[in-house]
């Protein structure tokens, strides 16, 4: 089945800094790929998906890029604010509902 | 409109016992999934249920089972219990179930001892 790797585990910038978190699939196959933030003991919340016929997708402050080629997603987070601060988690998707997640990114951001 | 619950928000087992959840979706969306998250692990998808029909299966245990009923609501069942199952238990509803935004509950915080 598909495997999901996200890096870094643990992430601290400098608020108004950029933030980078970086996932890599294994299944070509794969088409969807949603991004949740979920907040201290709170539920995960989409904030951004990209699907495999776009490269890039932005909203404000967040952005996604989608290499195919290298199977490798990442999301852009820019002038950063204490309110980013949560586990982001990236997910894939090759049909249907059924996704795989990777392991998140606790994301702090120090004022 | 009101947003996906699941009870009971906390439970505690013993090894051996089973425990039964249950999440009602928001109204109108005819897809539930599972996950189990567990710190380290992230959230892995343990399967989804729609119009009364498991449609994708994770790799879990048969242990691990589940079904919908016609209003969408969904149960998910541990049967003999293990240590690891502890857990946080989340489900999620979308619309037709099929890549669109998720929905996710908050939870049932599940401990074994």
């Known amino acids: 089945g598909e495997n999901v790797e996200q890096h870094p585990s643990t992430l601290s910038v400098q608020e108004g800094d950029s933030a980078v978190i970086k996932c890599t699939y294994s299944?070509?196959?794969?088409?969807?790929f949603p991004w949740y933030k979920q907040e201290l003991g709170k539920r995960p919340q989409l904030i951004i998906d990209?699907?495999?016929?776009?490269g890039e997708k932005k909203d404000q402050r967040i952005a996604v890029t989608l290499n195919k080629t290298a199977k490798h997603f990442s999301l852009h987070i820019t002038e950063t604010q204490p309110e980013d601060s949560a586990v982001y988690f990236c997910a894939a998707s090759i049909g249907g509902n059924q996704f795989y997640f990777g392991t998140g990114t606790s994301l702090t951001v120090i004022p | 409109k009101a947003g996906v619950t699941q009870t009971p928000r906390y439970l505690i087992k013993t090894r051996g016992q089973q425990v039964t959840l249950s999440c009602s979706p928001i109204?109108?969306?005819?897809?539930v999934s599972w996950y189990q998250q567990t710190p380290g692990q992230g959230l892995q998808f343990l399967f989804e249920?729609?119009?009364?029909?498991?449609?994708n299966k994770g790799n879990f245990p048969g242990r691990f089972s589940g079904r919908q009923f016609s209003n969408s609501r969904s149960e998910m069942n541990v049967s003999t219990l293990e240590l690891g199952d502890s857990a946080l238990y989340l489900c999620?509803?979308?619309?037709?179930?099929?890549?669109?935004?998720?929905?996710f509950g908050p939870g049932t915080r599940l401990l074994v001892l």
């Open positions: 990209i699907r495999s016929n776009v």
């Open positions: 249920y729609f119009s009364e029909t498991q449609r």
């Open positions: 299944d070509s196959a794969s088409n969807y």
């Open positions: 109204s109108g969306h005819r897809s």
């Open positions: 999620a509803s979308s619309l037709e179930g099929d890549q669109e935004t998720q929905y």
